[in-house]
């Protein structure tokens, strides 16, 4: 079964440091881009990264550039997304989803269940 | 604010043909595809048209979609009740760098 588990959720304080993961299982883990995709409480959708099946390439939204940073373990069939400087307006529910490309974006179809992450004092 | 422009609701009743629209720029619908996904409360969304009108498998015929210019549909035919969710497009944006950009999301309700 093709699937995407995300942990490492939770409550911290403003300016703290997080480090969200998602193991993948049931495809191959290189051949797809994973993203990022983040839910604020009663909001829409924000894209917040993308890393490319190769590891090579990521993207990040503005929002987030600069204090987050996607990466991942082809090995460990594992995408993690490290978040430093973390402030009240980062707290969402946190989406690990695959795309069906290699590179990037031609439609997120396998998503997993999220982890919330809060920031507050 | 969301760079692609969605109506926050939109209404149909049992069996009637619905459509939401989605609004972009040059540097997104009007130079990439256009992505459609579905979300129940308390659930991740799913992904329901790619490439504009392209339905991934176990999605039923009567979702569609179309694209022109800057400006996407999404278009539901014989409405059910189980399709009361918020539908959300999406695209890439060729601007800063790069982006991947959503609507703000319409929230479909089955009268």
């Known amino acids: 079964e093709v699937q995407l588990l995300e942990s490492g959720g939770g409550l911290v304080k403003p300016g703290g440091s997080l480090r969200l993961s998602c193991a993948a299982s049931g495809f191959a883990f290189s051949d797809y881009a994973l993203a990022w995709v983040r839910q604020a409480p009663g909001k829409g959708l924000e894209w917040v990264s993308t890393i490319a099946g190769s590891g090579r390439d990521a993207y990040y939204a503005a929002s987030v550039k600069g204090r987050f940073t996607i990466s991942r373990d082809n090995s460990k069939n594992t995408v993690y997304l490290l978040m430093n400087s973390l402030g009240v307006e980062d707290t969402a529910v946190f989406y690990c989803?695959?795309?069906?490309?290699?590179?990037?974006?031609?439609?997120?179809?396998?998503w997993g269940q999220g982890t919330t992450v809060i920031v507050s004092s | 604010q969301s760079v692609l422009t969605q109506p926050p609701s939109a209404s149909g009743t049992l069996g009637q043909r619905v459509t939401i629209s989605c609004s972009g720029s040059?540097?997104?619908?009007?130079?990439?595809?256009v992505y459609w996904y579905q979300q129940f409360p308390g659930t991740a969304p799913k992904l329901l048209l790619f490439?504009?009108?392209q339905r991934p498998s176990g999605v039923p015929e009567r979702f569609g979609g179309s694209k022109s210019g800057t400006s996407a549909s999404l278009v539901i035919r014989g409405l059910q009740s189980e399709d009361e969710a918020i539908y959300y497009c999406?695209?890439?944006?060729?601007?800063?760098?790069?982006?991947?950009?959503f609507g703000g999301g319409t929230k479909l309700t089955v009268l």
């Open positions: 490439r504009n009108n």
């Open positions: 989803a695959r795309d069906r490309n290699r590179v990037r974006w031609d439609g997120m179809d396998v």
């Open positions: 040059d540097s997104n619908l009007g130079t990439n595809y």
């Open positions: 999406s695209s890439w944006d060729d601007s800063l760098s790069g982006r991947g950009v």
